[in-house]
T-cell receptor, first 112, second 110 residues
Framework: GQQLNQSPQSMFIQEGEDVSMNCTSSSIFNTWLWYKQDPGEGPVLLIA?????ELTSNGRLTAQFGITRKDSFLNISASIPSDVGIYFC????????????FGKGITLSVRP | NAGVTQTPKFRILKIGQSMTLQCTQD?????MYWYRQDPGMGLKLIYY???????DKGEVPNGYNVSRSTTEDFPLRLELAAPSQTSVYFC?????????FGQGTRLTVV
């Protein structure tokens, strides 16, 4: 089946720093989504990308849909302590019955 | 607006017991999903439904059953709980692509 690769599993940054996360796949995806999961909560949608090359911002977050349609990245600028959590990428492949595939997530820690 | 509601939030089961995890959504979404989340492993799809009366297996369906008698409800049934089913379970719903998640049920099988 389709797989999404997110690495590393954990990232540690200093408050105020920018951080970038990648998500890659061997398959083409038509939609890329980025979710954040706070401890003890369900994932919440951050950004949705629907078109190759699309660059979308949501406050301090910026995400891009790769031109090859096999990757996406998420940037967080000027990190703050509440940015801690698990960041998941998700993609939907081609075909009407294609389902969302999730990456394994990256746990972000922000040191004050 | 409640969104996706899961009950219970926590549960401890003994090996061999059965239980039903409840999930309901009030957004009139046609698609509903059950995922399990294990540490460092992301979200694995257990079962999904494209509408009332229609269900299908995901990546890891063994040991689980589902039903979808209404648009709103999508319960997940564990018939014979096993320690390998210790996990956090998330229900989600979507109209098209974007999935909205419940807060999860943390299940421990001892």
């Amino acid at each position: 089946g389709q797989q999404l690769n997110q690495s590393p599993q954990s990232m540690f940054i200093q408050e105020g720093e920018d951080v970038s996360m990648n998500c890659t796949s061997s398959s083409i995806f038509n939609t890329w989504l980025w979710y954040k999961q706070d401890p003890g909560e369900g994932p919440v949608l951050l950004i949705a990308l629907y078109k190759a090359g699309e660059l979308t911002s949501n406050g301090r977050l910026t995400a891009q849909f790769g031109i090859t349609r096999k990757d996406s990245f998420l940037n967080i600028s000027a990190s703050i302590p509440s940015d801690v959590g698990i960041y998941f990428c998700a993609g939907r492949g081609q075909g009407a019955n294609s389902k969302l595939t999730f990456g394994k997530g990256i746990t972000l820690s922000v040191r004050p | 607006n409640a969104g996706v509601t899961q009950t219970p939030k926590f549960r401890i089961l003994k090996i061999g017991q059965s239980m039903t995890l409840q999930c309901t959504q009030d957004m009139n979404h046609n698609y509903m999903y059950w995922y399990r989340q294990d540490p460092g492993m992301g979200l694995k799809l257990i079962y999904y439904s494209v509408g009332a009366g229609i269900t299908d297996k995901g990546e890891v369906p063994n040991g689980y059953n589902v039903s979808r008698s209404t648009t709103e409800d999508f319960p997940l049934r564990l018939e014979l709980a096993a320690p390998s089913q210790t996990s956090v379970y998330f229900c989600a719903s979507s109209f098209q692509i974007v999935a909205f998640f419940g807060q999860g049920t943390r299940l421990t099988v001892v």
